[in-house]
Structure formats: structure tokens, C-alpha cells
Nanobody, 124 residues
Framework: QVQLVESGGGLAQAGGSLRLSCTAS????????MAWFRQAPGKEREFVAG????????LYADSVKGRFTISRDSAKKTVYLEMINLVPEDTAAYYC?????????????????WGPGTQVTVTS
């Protein structure tokens, strides 16, 4: 069982930045692909970014490419999502996920473990 806890969410103005963190409870952190998903009110959950267990490659949704950066620190068992140039459309609950599939994936079903989420709100 892997427990994930996100932090770093909050309120930001358009054009601002935030950094999300997700810390895993497992000592096998380096064996998992990690990803961030988000869900806005009334919308389906969507893939944001993913990173393979080795740290490469990374995947991004087109809507965040060039603005968000995913990274991981195996020693700290933590995955990060650096978000810059935020726009109101980035407002959502952000979820960290861990999966043991061969490659990093965009589909939520490929991730077995999920954190409780952290809220990001971007004002114009």
C-alpha cells in the first residue's frame, strides 16, 4: 500500500506560480511512475503531467506544456509540479498518482494509488 500526500496548493493570481509537492510513504518510491491529474468542478479528471520511475521521460498535457514542470526526488520520495504563468483555467483540485506500469501513462486507470488532492485556485 502506498500513501500519497499532496501539499503546496493555494490561491494565486493569473501569471503567478505555485509548486505542488507529493510525498509517498513507500520505500519503493523509485519503482513507481508518478503523475499529476486535476479535476475542475463539473469536469472530468484530466492528466496534467507524468514522470517515469527513472526520471525520464516526462509527459505533459498540451494545455500545460511549457508552463508546468514535473520532477522527482527519490531520496525525499517526493514528486513536484512547478507551475508558472498560471491562468484561471488551471483552477482545479490537483491529485498525485503512483503506478507500476512499464511506462508513464496519461490514463488514470494505469495508476493504482492516489492522494487526497490539493486545491489550486487562480484568480484573474
Amino acid at each position: 500500500q502506498v500513501q500519497l500526500v499532496e501539499s503546496g496548493g493555494g490561491l494565486a493570481q493569473a501569471g503567478g506560480s505555485l509548486r505542488l509537492s507529493c510525498t509517498a510513504s513507500t520505500r519503493a518510491f523509485s519503482g513507481y511512475n508518478m503523475a499529476w491529474f486535476r479535476q475542475a468542478p463539473g469536469k472530468e479528471r484530466e492528466f496534467v503531467a507524468g514522470i517515469r520511475r527513472t526520471g525520464s521521460p516526462t509527459l505533459y498535457a498540451d494545455s500545460v506544456k511549457g508552463r508546468f514542470t514535473i520532477s522527482r526526488d527519490s531520496a525525499k520520495k517526493t514528486v513536484y509540479l512547478e507551475m508558472i504563468n498560471l491562468v484561471p483555467e488551471d483552477t482545479a483540485a490537483y491529485y498525485c498518482a503512483a503506478g507500476a506500469s512499464i511506462s508513464v501513462a496519461r490514463e488514470g486507470k494505469r495508476y493504482a494509488y492516489w492522494g487526497p488532492g490539493t486545491q489550486v485556485t487562480v484568480t484573474s
